[in-house]
């Protein structure tokens, strides 16, 4: 028989070995990739030369390296662009399932269907969709004006069209999740607020200006903060779309990752990048979570 807990009792302590059984594997990791990142240790090289205590030499390396530069810039690039157009269309997306219209649920079940496909099959479909001659992509831009010749345009094959490839099949794939996150928090708004409003005369601009939109600023917060946490691991679709190309226009700092660990072998730099990221996430999240915190407190 479930025994429950008694008044007065901490709850946390139902937690305890839960927290602690995930601790310890988090723990190990980071404490393993921190090993890695002081030493050399490449599995290509001979043996006797893995192990050996090389201090910061790994950090320098990975600092120097143009590949990290530019897979760092071009991160920064790409989560901006693909945060700002999730919370944008998500936006428009939770606007228009928050209003009461006939097949309102039909259109629910339909926004949510990206989000259900796999990373792989979305990258892969979005690589058929581009593809000069067959994908349905290139007649769009050439209904469009855009392109000359839709049967020899190939928007993978350029460094701007593969970039702004993998932002738009990002923004189809994420914003599903980030239009839900903005539908309950405009549906947590109370109606009061804009009955109030509309016997002063207020418009509809009137009422998102000042009603909609600072109620929902902190799920908004909480949405870049999915899409940054998003951009930063974003490696299927870009790995299957692009692999990086052409050239290094589309190499994202979680690709340059990924091949210096399973390409080169090298997981003493590999260690140093994973260290960088780990901070270089937290530093940059910690501004979202203490605007959304001293929200919280404000209200």
């Keep these: 028989m479930q025994s429950k807990p008694r008044i007065g009792e901490p709850l946390y302590l139902y937690f305890l070995p839960a927290i602690a059984f ?42 120097t390296d143009g590949r990290f530069q530019q897979s760092l810039l071009t991160t920064v690039l790409f989560g901006l662009a693909s945060s700002a157009g999730t919370v944008l269309l998500g936006l428009a997306v939770a606007l228009l399932a928050n209003q009461s219209f006939k097949g309102n649920s039909f259109y629910v079940a339909i ?16 690589s058929f969709l581009l593809q000069p001659g067959m994908g349905l992509a290139n007649y769009f831009l050439f209904y469009l004006g855009i392109i000359a010749d839709p049967l020899k345009f190939s928007a993978l094959s350029t460094p701007l069209g593969a970039f702004s490839a993998i932002v738009v099949a990002t923004i189809w794939k994420s914003t599903p999740f980030i239009a839900l996150i903005l539908l309950a928090g405009l549906q947590s708004i109370p109606r009061e607020l804009y009955d109030a409003s509309e016997v002063d005369g207020a418009g509809m601009f009137s009422k998102f200006r000042y009603i909609t939109y600072p109620l929902l600023t902190p799920f908004v917060n909480i949405g870049l903060l999915f899409c940054g946490l998003g951009a930063m691991g974003s490696l299927d679709i870009v790995y299957i779309m692009t692999n990086g190309g052409p050239g290094t226009s589309t190499n994202i700092f979680p690709l340059f990752l990924y091949k210096t660990y399973f390409m080169a072998w090298d997981f003493g730099l590999g260690g140093a990048a994973s260290v960088f990221l780990m901070i270089f996430t937290m530093i940059t999240f910690f501004f979202l979570v203490r605007s959304l915190i001293k929200y919280v407190v404000r209200m």
């Design 22 to 63: 995930v601790g310890v594997f988090l723990l190990a990791s980071i404490g393993d990739i921190i090993y890695l990142s002081f030493h050399y240790f490449r599995l290509a090289s001979p043996l006797q030369e893995n192990g050996i205590f090389v201090g910061f030499q790994n950090y320098w390396n990975l600092l």
């Design 111 to 126: 926004m949510v269907l990206p989000w259900a496909v796999a990373n792989v099959v979305a990258g892969r479909q979005w």
